[in-house]
């Protein structure tokens, strides 16, 4: 016989120290990478720096701290205005002196010498108000899945897309859509309606692709890496060049080569290439398991969660930070269409790194009231 109880002074210590771990070997990648920044333009070095440090390392830091404070109930009270106040601010990034573009893309928030990625926080508002959602209904006796569930979660994956498209955020829409779908097989939901959903999601990203020529663009390259050698396939091949160039051991720390000439972006969205290339197979692999241990201590924290609420919200914070992980290495690697998404902890963005220290603080502080069965 199995008897419940519950742990509520001791945070998950080995869950924290897997970040910590993530956190001090991405600002040393991410120092190294931003040496071919600093070689090409030091002002431009200096502000990444300050992004990363200011915004991202320190508020993140902080952010962690208060949201490990905070009971997690808090959030489940305030789900649906926290909801709201993520499609508020997605949209200013349209506002004239607000919003600014880098890139072709509109997704940015402007405070001084500070850039804020409000989609950031719209992702963990959504798995907020999503997790509440499940829970309030999920109790009740005889529901009607498609009424309660199905429809509310295309009605606002409906208003999110409409706003993301806009901007163009793709990569965001995969990332929710697939943490929904991940939430909902938890939540126990006839496995029918999470099919029609995933189609559902496959018709919109079809759509995606015949009118968006960039996301076309990078479908080609992905299917054709030699298309557009000098264009659209240019950081894949570079990429894969650098990975390739590590060999086993690599280079070296900051030994890299490709960061300096030919790596886009080497100290964001194309970091992994730079790890490959200066730490090797072995650094890649080391880093690979290291979000590997994330996620399997990221749910086992959800399966002792105390609660409906308290599981998913863990099950979608853990999912949808491995999932970009991972979804950054296969697309630098040639195994999926490039996204441009950061490498969670590692790559430059400082708003992702605040946010993802945002959930590691509210998965702590659930992992204060697990339970465990003995």
Do not use: C
Not at 106 to 112: V, Y
Not at 160 to 168: E, G
Not at 178 to 197: C, D, E, H, N, Q
Not at 339 to 347: C, E, K, M, N, R
């Amino acid at each position: 016989m199995s008897l419940i109880t519950k742990k509520e002074k001791s945070i998950d210590t080995f869950f924290l120290g897997i970040v910590i771990a993530l956190v001090v070997f991405g600002l040393i990648m991410f120092l190294s990478a931003s040496f071919g920044v600093l070689a090409k333009d030091q002002a431009k070095f200096s502000g990444i720096l300050f992004n990363q440090i200011a915004l991202g390392l320190i508020g993140g830091s902080f952010a962690m701290w208060v949201a490990y404070k905070i009971p997690y109930e808090f959030w489940r009270k305030y789900a649906f205005y926290l909801f709201i106040a993520g499609i508020i601010l997605i949209a200013l990034v349209f506002v004239p002196g607000l919003g600014f573009s880098h890139g072709g893309a509109t997704r940015w928030l402007s405070f001084g010498p500070l850039s804020f990625q409000p989609v950031e926080f719209l992702k963990i508002a959504f798995i907020i108000y999503f997790s509440a959602w499940i829970a309030w209904i999920k109790p009740k006796e005889n529901i009607d899945h498609v009424k309660k569930i199905v429809i509310p979660f295309v009605i606002l994956f409906g208003i999110v897309t409409a706003i993301l498209v806009q901007q163009p955020d793709t990569k965001s829409l995969i990332l929710l859509m697939s943490t929904g779908m991940v939430m909902m097989f938890v939540a126990k939901i006839p496995y029918k309606y999470i099919a029609g959903l995933m189609l559902i999601g496959v018709l919109v990203f079809s759509l995606v692709v015949a009118f968006k020529p960039y996301v076309r663009e990078r479908v080609q390259t992905f299917l054709d890496p030699s298309h557009d050698p000098r264009g659209a396939s240019f950081q894949l091949n570079q990429a894969q060049i650098a990975i390739g160039a590590g060999g086993v051991w690599g280079r070296g720390l900051g030994q890299g080569i490709q960061k300096f000439t030919y790596l886009p972006e080497p100290q964001g969205d194309s970091i992994f290439a730079v790890i490959g290339e200066e730490l090797g197979f072995v650094g890649s692999f080391i880093t690979i398991l290291l979000y590997v241990l994330f996620a399997l201590r990221g749910l086992r924290i959800a399966s002792r969660s105390p609660d409906t609420f308290s599981r998913l919200l863990v099950t979608g914070l853990v999912i949808i930070l491995t999932a970009q992980s991972f979804l950054n290495i296969a697309s630098i690697s040639g195994l999926f269409p490039l996204t441009g998404v950061p490498l969670v902890f590692i790559s430059h963005g400082g708003t992702s790194l605040l946010f993802a220290l945002f959930s590691v603080g509210i998965i702590l502080n659930i992992s204060k009231r697990q339970v465990s069965q003995n």
